[in-house]
């Protein structure tokens, strides 16, 4: 399974590198005065060839890191404990409404908003959530999440799935524990914030899914990062 999501993941890498793909629903919103000032459909190819490497890593393993059976068993779930779900049109307008309330609630922060489908990745880089090697939340990190749980609090038809992710140096078992031990306490602050448990996947994906090359310093940054995929629950 893991050879196969790796073929996967690089199959569609490949694709969105040479369509040179845009977002769905607009770019991005960075974290220095020049990025928060350019609009974001007209934003450079780099941001948007980042854009597309996220997209594909999400939407390549059908969508979420956890696979389709442990989608599926929390949606269940979540119906079944009287979560409204979605279906139909529906489905778009309620994510089409949640994206335009990250973006604009994400906005200077440093934190890429990605849609593919009917999913929204947040991707957050390991310079607003922790240190090198660690997994406490840096003070900076509260304030995003308190504006990502106002979203969530919100738009409660969804799940969410939360992975971490970390460069290559270091073993593959430590970078697992590592990664999901970040996404456990991005997943912790979250609930602290109001956000339901059951709502919540937490997977740790270590160094298997790279958004840059982990040859430079300047790669291996981006890809230790948490990211967050906001999935609708479905009644259909």
């Known amino acids: 399974m893991k050879t196969r999501n790796h073929v996967l993941v690089a199959t569609a890498i490949s694709v969105a590198l040479l369509a040179g793909c845009t977002t769905t629903g607009g770019g991005y919103y960075g974290s220095t005065p020049q990025q928060q000032q350019t609009d974001p459909n007209d934003e450079g190819m780099n941001r948007t060839q ?23 068993r929390r949606q269940h779930a979540l119906i079944g404990a009287g979560v ?7 489905i778009g307008r309620y994510q089409d409404n949640q994206e335009r309330a990250l973006r604009e609630r ?25 240190a090198f090697n660690s997994s406490t939340l840096n003070r900076n990190a509260y304030s995003v999440l308190d504006r990502v749980a106002d979203t969530l609090r919100e ?15 270091g073993s593959d078992a430590y970078n697992d524990k590592l990664s999901r031990e970040r996404a456990q306490a991005v997943a912790n602050y979250l609930v602290s914030r109001g956000i ?5 996947i937490i997977t740790g994906a270590g160094e298997r899914y790279p958004i840059a090359s982990n040859d430079t310093e300047a790669g ?5 990062r948490v990211e967050m ?7 259909d």
């Open 50 to 72: 980042r854009g597309a490497l996220i997209g594909a890593a999400v939407g390549a393993v059908a969508g979420l890191l956890s696979g389709d059976d442990a989608t599926e």
């Open 229 to 235: 995929t906001i999935v609708p629950i479905r009644n």
């Open 106 to 130: 994400m906005r200077g922060t440093g934190v890429d908003v990605v849609r593919d489908g009917d999913h929204i990745t947040l991707d957050m880089p390991e310079a607003i959530t922790f």
């Open 155 to 169: 738009y409660d038809q969804t799940m969410i799935e939360v992975a971490g992710h970390t460069d290559s140096i």
């Open 84 to 90: 409204g779900g979605l279906a139909g049109g529906a």
């Open 220 to 224: 291996r940054a981006e890809n230790r």
């Open 196 to 200: 339901s448990g059951q709502r919540l």
